[in-house]
């Protein structure tokens, strides 16, 4: 019996000894969520030189400084093959390829989004809303190319017309 005790205190001392076998599984380094994020020191100046803002104030904060040339509409519209038409379809009419996996996706090719300033919808694009991503990654002034774009799509946009031909005018007064 006593025999027994000693061969357990032997294993156990050496095993209370090993402190390191629980500092591996928790290293020092900081893992995700452990505490809040850092915030950016006070007066730093944000890297895409945009002031703060938010879907709320956007109107006052940012203004569109891209002027809507051929060649804005021209990257906008790649950005937009790119990053929105698998969601809002090719021509914005809620129709993208994931709409049949997640039916909460809405047309853009809308009155209601043409009624929206260009901040507003930038800031849609840079920090999402609801469930729709942010896409900050996008560099900023393609963000602008981005709506510039989206104008285009909506029914009644531009002289052109020519992306408004085949819109399908749901519930379209005239
Ligand atoms: C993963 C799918 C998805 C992608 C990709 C996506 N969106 Fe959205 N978008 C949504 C959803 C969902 C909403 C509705 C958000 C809400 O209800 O607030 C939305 C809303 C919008 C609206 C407002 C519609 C309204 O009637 O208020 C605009 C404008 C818009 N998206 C533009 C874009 C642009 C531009 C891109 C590409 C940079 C993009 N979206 C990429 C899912 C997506």
Same mark, same amino acid.
């Given at each position: 019996?006593?025999?027994?005790?000693?061969?357990?205190?032997?294993?156990?001392?050496?095993?209370?000894?090993?402190?390191?076998?629980? &500092?591996?599984?928790?290293?020092?380094?900081?893992?995700?969520?452990?505490?809040?994020?850092?915030?950016?020191?006070?007066?730093?100046?944000?890297?895409?030189?945009?002031?703060?803002?938010?879907?709320?104030?956007?109107?006052?904060?940012?203004?569109?400084?891209?002027?809507?040339?051929?060649?804005?509409?021209?990257?906008?519209?790649?950005?937009?093959? &790119?990053?929105?038409?698998?969601?809002?379809?090719?021509?914005?009419?809620?129709?993208?390829?994931? %709409?049949?996996?997640?039916?909460?996706?809405?047309?853009?090719?809308?009155?209601?989004?043409?009624?929206?300033?260009?901040?507003?919808?930038?800031?849609?694009?840079?920090?999402?809303?609801?469930?729709?991503?942010?896409?900050?990654?996008?560099?900023?002034?393609?963000?602008?190319?981005?709506?510039?774009?989206?104008?285009?799509?909506?029914?009644?946009?531009?002289? %052109?017309?020519?992306?408004?031909?085949?819109?399908?005018?749901?519930?379209?007064?005239?």
């Amino acid at each position: 019996m006593s025999l027994r005790r000693e061969l357990l205190m032997a294993l156990a001392l050496p095993l209370a000894a090993c402190e390191w076998f629980s &500092t591996m599984s928790d290293p020092p380094s900081i893992e995700p969520h452990e505490r809040a994020p850092l915030l950016a020191a006070e007066h730093s100046v944000p890297l895409d030189g945009l002031p703060d803002y938010d879907l709320t104030n956007a109107d006052d904060r940012v203004s569109n400084p891209q002027p809507s040339s051929p060649s804005s509409l021209e990257a906008g519209r790649a950005y937009y093959d &790119t990053f929105c038409a698998v969601c809002h379809g090719a021509s914005g009419r809620g129709d993208g390829p994931l %709409t049949r996996r997640f039916p909460a996706i809405p047309a853009i090719a809308t009155a209601q989004v043409a009624g929206y300033t260009d901040p507003y919808v930038f800031a849609l694009i840079s920090k999402g809303r609801g469930l729709m991503p942010e896409y900050s990654r996008i560099p900023v002034s393609a963000r602008w190319d981005i709506v510039n774009y989206v104008r285009t799509l909506s029914p009644g946009a531009g002289a %052109t017309g020519a992306s408004g031909a085949g819109t399908t005018g749901d519930g379209g007064a005239p």
